[in-house]
């Protein structure tokens, strides 16, 4: 069965920082791009960063505009992971972070599995 | 303010058809497949529509998608109580440079 698994979420202070991590199973991890979306309380889906697999153009990164700068997306594809370091938080980063897996080398935001999320609370 | 445009908030009766538009601009859906994702309150988002119209396995026929031009559409026939949800559009976007999500749509089955 493929499954994302997220962690390391928590609460944190404005100008603090938090890693968070995504593992993998059920399939080749190594191939997929891979996501970060999150959800700021009562609010939408906002896309943050994306890391290619290994196939194509591999290792390409992107990035929102509200996390360029400050947050960091890395895979090990050697424990199946994805991660997200995030510096310098902000109160409006408060949100839940899914992890999601991209379907599709070729349509981009085909994410066809999403797992639990992971809650930041960014606060005083 | 989303780079894909959705109406807040759509309502029909059971069993009838109801629409949800998703309006870009060349950058985006001019150029790129769209996606839809539905969101039951409280659950996860779930991947209900990709490459404009194909539907992943177990998402039942009622729902379709379309795109034309700059803009597109998810269509959900038959309403039925579970459909109550938020739905949401997504495509790749050249000036983002990523994904952009619309702000979501609630369906609310009356």
């Known amino acids: 069965e493929v499954e994302l698994v997220e962690s390391g979420g928590g609460l944190v202070t404005p100008g603090g920082s938090l890693r968070l991590s995504c593992g993998a199973s059920?399939?080749?991890?190594?191939?997929?791009?891979m996501n970060w979306v999150r959800q700021a309380p009562g609010k939408g889906l906002e896309w943050v960063s994306s890391i290619r697999g290994s196939v194509g153009s591999g290792g390409n990164i992107y990035y929102a505009d509200s996390a360029r700068g400050r947050f960091t997306i890395s895979r090990d594809n050697s424990k199946n992971s994805l991660y997200l370091q995030m510096n310098s938080l902000r109160v409006e980063d408060t949100a839940v972070y899914y992890c999601t897996r991209d379907s599709s080398g070729t349509n981009p935001g085909e994410f066809d599995t999403w797992g639990r999320g992971t809650l930041v609370t960014v606060s005083s | 303010q989303s780079v894909l445009t959705q109406p807040p908030s759509v309502s029909a009766a059971p069993r009838q058809r109801v629409t949800i538009s998703c309006s870009g601009s060349n950058s985006n859906i001019g150029n790129y497949a769209v996606n839809w994702f539905q969101q039951v309150p409280g659950k996860v988002p779930k991947l209900l529509i990709y490459l404009d119209d194909l539907l992943p396995s177990g998402i039942p026929d009622r729902f379709s998608g379309s795109r034309s031009g700059t803009s597109a559409s998810l269509a959900i026939s038959g309403l039925q109580p579970e459909d109550e949800a938020d739905y949401y559009c997504?495509?790749?976007?050249?000036?983002?440079?990523?994904?952009?999500f619309g702000g979501g749509t609630k369906l609310t089955v009356l």
């Open positions: 997504a495509s790749w976007d050249d000036r983002l440079n990523g994904v952009a």
């Open positions: 059920g399939f080749i991890f190594s191939i997929y791009t």
